[in-house]
T-cell receptor
Framework: EAQVTQNPRYLITVTGKKLTVTCSQN?????MSWYRQDPGLGLRQIYY???????DKGDVPEGYKVSRKEKRNFPLILESPSPNQTSLYFC?????????????FGPGTRLTVT | GQQVMQIPQYQHVQEGEDFTTYCNSS?????IQWYKQRPGGHPVFLIQ???SGEVKKQKRLTFQFGEAKKNSSLHITATQTTDVGTYFC??????????WGLGTSLAVNP
């Protein structure tokens, strides 16, 4: 079954404690992306990756890092989380469709930073 | 500039009523995508429109792309409680980036 998995699904942590949210896809997609979703602000892109070892900033990259060492995995790293990073995070894997790029989302990770 | 504006922000209907959400841009769009997010869920790709004036149907859902390729609509005929959720449109940006509307949240009274 084609899918995007994220772990953990829920996380409560404290300010400054490094954390990693994992994302994995089994569709052999080259392109992956991380978003955060906040009420009233919609979906905002944090980082994206066009292929292994190729990553770039999205709209809100501050406070986040990513890596893409292999095609299937695209972890999101918060080196020193702060309360303003409390949010719902989605990883997406992107398929090239007939005329554009379709995004397939993971189930989401709800992060609370206290 | 590059944003897409969605209206309305919220819509509350009785089951069986129709529903329409609109997506508008000030610039010409190369394509427009629609996604649905159920409460507590993740966005799910519904469809992509590319051609001027294009109309596509998925059961009770009808998607349209304007002649000028600056607007799009999603119409649901005879809503059901399973239609509840937030409907997003998204336009293609640079580097395979999607630029998202803020969504229309649909509530359906049984």
């Amino acid at each position: 079954e084609a899918q995007v998995t994220q772990n953990p699904r829920y996380l409560i942590t404290v300010t400054g404690k490094k954390l990693t949210v994992t994302c994995s896809q089994n569709m052999n997609h080259e392109y992956m992306s991380w978003y955060r979703q906040d009420p009233g602000l919609g979906l905002r892109q944090i980082y994206y990756s066009m292929n292994v070892e190729v990553t770039d900033k999205g709209d809100v990259p501050e406070g986040y890092k990513v890596s893409r060492k292999e095609k299937r995995n695209f972890p999101l790293i918060l080196e020193s989380p702060s309360p303003n990073q409390t949010s719902l995070y989605f990883c997406a894997s992107i398929r090239r469709g007939q005329a554009g790029y379709e995004q397939y989302f993971g189930p989401g990770t709800r992060l609370t930073v206290t | 500039g590059q944003q897409v504006m969605q209206i309305p922000q919220y819509q509350h209907v009785q089951e069986g009523e129709d529903f329409t959400t609109y997506c508008n841009s000030s610039t010409t769009l190369s394509n427009i995508q629609w996604y649905k997010q159920r409460p507590g869920g993740h966005p799910v790709f519904l469809i992509q429109l590319v051609k001027s004036g294009e109309v596509k149907k998925q059961k009770r859902l009808t998607f349209q792309f304007g002649e000028a390729k600056k607007n799009s609509s999603l119409h649901i005929t005879a809503t059901q409680t399973t239609d509840v959720g937030t409907y997003f449109c998204a336009r293609a940006g640079n580097n395979r980036k999607l630029i998202w509307g803020l969504g229309t949240s649909l509530a359906v009274n049984p």
